[in-house]
């Protein structure tokens, strides 16, 4: 079974500043997704930046990139100048590509709070 | 578009009483989820449904049940509540298994 594990609870950064959220996540598999989600107060889920693992090129949106370590089972988020809205959770999630195994495995999640 | 909906928002049961939890979406997406948020953990899934009329069992279904008689409604049914399923469960859907999951506003249960 696939696990994923976000072993920073809280981390906090400066308004403007750059922060890496990390994720790592065990698997037999060969090809799958991985995918960062962003949860704010509203408690709704908003999906932030996604990777396929058969893509060596690290995915990138807007201020939002990843560092994506496919041998180390690695994929860290990192968000630049960050903003006051980017207050939230971040849950780091893992796909089989597996077609009919539907299951998308959460990590437990990083409270991200931005210092003004 | 309005994404997809839930209600209620909130909910308060008492052990032993029955509730569903609706959803619905306006998008035409054939892949509908439940998940569970239990406190300072992520989502498990509950149930799926590929289609209309197709179900399946997630990670953690014991307890629940759903249906799916159309393609915009996916409801989740519990039958004899326990303080055990005491936790925000999200409805998401999307257009295909590798596709973002577009997730409602959440239904927070507090049984009792």
């Known amino acids: 079974a696939q696990t994923v594990t976000q072993s920073q609870p809280e981390m906090s950064v400066q308004e403007a500043e750059t922060v890496t959220l990390s994720c790592t996540y065990d698997t037999s598999e060969s090809d799958y997704y991985l995918f960062w989600y962003k949860q704010p107060p509203s408690r709704q889920m908003i999906l932030v930046i996604r990777?396929?693992?058969?893509?060596?090129q690290n995915a990138t949106e807007n201020r939002f990139s990843v560092n994506f370590q496919k041998a180390a089972k690695s994929f860290s988020l990192k968000i630049s100048d960050s903003q006051l809205g980017d207050a939230a959770m971040y849950f780091c999630a893992y796909r089989s590509a597996d077609f009919g195994n539907e299951k998308l495995t959460f990590g437990t999640g990083t409270r991200l709070t931005i210092i003004p | 578009n309005a994404g997809v909906t839930q209600t209620p928002k909130f909910r308060i049961l008492k052990i032993g009483q029955s509730m569903t939890l609706q959803c619905t979406q306006d998008m035409n997406h054939n892949y509908m989820y439940w998940y569970r948020q239990d406190p300072g953990m992520g989502l498990k899934l509950i149930y799926y449904?590929?289609?209309?009329?197709?179900?399946d069992k997630g990670e953690v279904p014991n307890g629940y049940n759903v249906s799916r008689s159309t393609t915009e409604d996916f409801p989740l049914r519990l039958e004899l509540a326990a303080p055990s399923q005491t936790s925000v469960y999200f409805c998401?859907?999307?257009?295909?298994?590798?596709?973002?999951?577009?997730f409602g506003p959440g239904t927070r249960l507090t049984v009792l």
């Open positions: 990777q396929e693992a058969y893509k060596q």
């Open positions: 998401a859907s999307n257009t295909g298994p590798y596709n973002e999951q577009f």
């Open positions: 449904s590929v289609g209309a009329g197709i179900t």
